[in-house]
């Protein structure tokens, strides 16, 4: 996870944004089709209990990709005039977005304004309602069948 992040914020993606507005909404919807192949996957691995599966290691990756893809995205609508408004210039400010988005708390310092900025913002909310939530909720289970196997049972009391 952390040189996922490491990545975000060193990778040079000025190339992305307003001067190559196709290139960037074809690498931001293979990006998040991959992940959300990736995600179901998963989640099918624990729902049919695979043994060789690691969804523990995988999920938690696959959704801290996710979040840096959104991240990146804003950063870079950022820098088209009118598409996000409250000062969201640097990468932290796109992650912070993401994560307020996500969170839905909404803080409203930073907004969506253009309808590029409102589409990315409804596609976070969609995904993470379908995906994201579908991905806690199979790690959740994986996690409690894990502790169950081992845990050791009691005989019953016999009073």
């Known amino acids: 996870m952390t040189v ?4 975000y914020f060193l990778l040079p993606l000025d190339r992305l ?3 190559r507005p196709v290139l960037s909404w074809v690498l931001f919807g293979l990006a998040l089709a ?4 990736l995600l179901l996957r998963q989640i099918m691995h624990v729902l049919l209990s695979r ?3 690691r969804p523990a290691l995988v ?8 979040i840096l893809v959104f991240a990146a995205t804003y950063q870079r609508l950022a820098q088209h005039p009118g598409e996000m408004s409250g000062g969201l210039t640097t990468r932290l400010d796109g992650l912070y977005f993401t994560l307020v988005t996500l969170a839905t708390i909404g803080y409203g310092d930073i907004t969506p304004h253009g309808q590029a900025a409102r589409l990315v913002a409804i596609l976070q909310i969609l995904y993470s309602f379908i995906f994201l939530t579908a991905a806690a909720t199979a790690l959740t289970r994986h996690v409690s069948n894990v502790v169950r196997r081992h845990t050791p049972r009691r005989p019953p009391d016999e009073s």
Not at 61 to 66: D, T
């Open 4 to 7: 996922m992040v490491a990545a």
């Open 17 to 19: 944004g307003p001067h």
């Open 34 to 37: 991959l992940v959300a192949v």
């Open 51 to 53: 043994p060789n599966a």
């Open 59 to 66: 999920i938690p990756l696959l959704m801290c990709l996710s």
